[in-house]
Nanobody, 127 residues
Framework: QVQLVESGGGLVQAGGSLRLSCAASGRTFSSYAMGWFRQAPGKEREFVAAISRSGVSTYYADSVKGRFTISRDNAKNTVYLQMNSLKPEDTAVYYC????????????????????WGQGTQVTVSS
């Protein structure tokens, strides 16, 4: 099991940027593929981005491709989500999640693949 704590959320105007961080503790961070999900009020939690154990492979939801970048620093036990050109529809609680089974690209969007979740951080984009 790994414990995850997100930070970096806040209020930003449309077109602005934020960088979310997710700090991990517990088991070896580099043994986990990592993902970011988000949940807007009244909506299902949806996939945003994922990154493999080494950081070589990434995958994005179409809605954020070209605007968001996921990265990780295994020496710091941290995964990041750089969010640029933010839109009001990006408003949500953002969660990071850890997958102990590694990288299967066809399944990285499935919430059920992820074993451990953070508590979430609120991102609000004003128009």
């Amino acid at each position: 099991q790994v414990q995850l704590v997100e930070s970096g959320g806040g209020l930003v105007q449309a077109g602005g940027s934020l960088r979310l961080s997710c700090a991990a503790s517990g088991r070896t961070f580099s043994s986990y593929a990592m993902g970011w999900f988000r949940q807007a009020p009244g909506k299902e939690r949806e996939f945003v981005a994922a990154i493999s154990r080494s950081g070589v492979s990434t995958y994005y939801a179409d809605s954020v491709k070209g605007r968001f970048t996921i990265s990780r620093d295994n020496a710091k036990n941290t995964v990041y989500l750089q969010m640029n050109s933010l839109k009001p529809e990006d408003t949500a609680v953002y969660y990071c999640a850890a997958d102990s089974r590694g990288w299967i690209r066809a399944q990285v969007t499935y919430r059920t693949r992820y074993d451990d979740w953070g508590q979430g951080t609120q991102v609000t984009v004003s128009s």
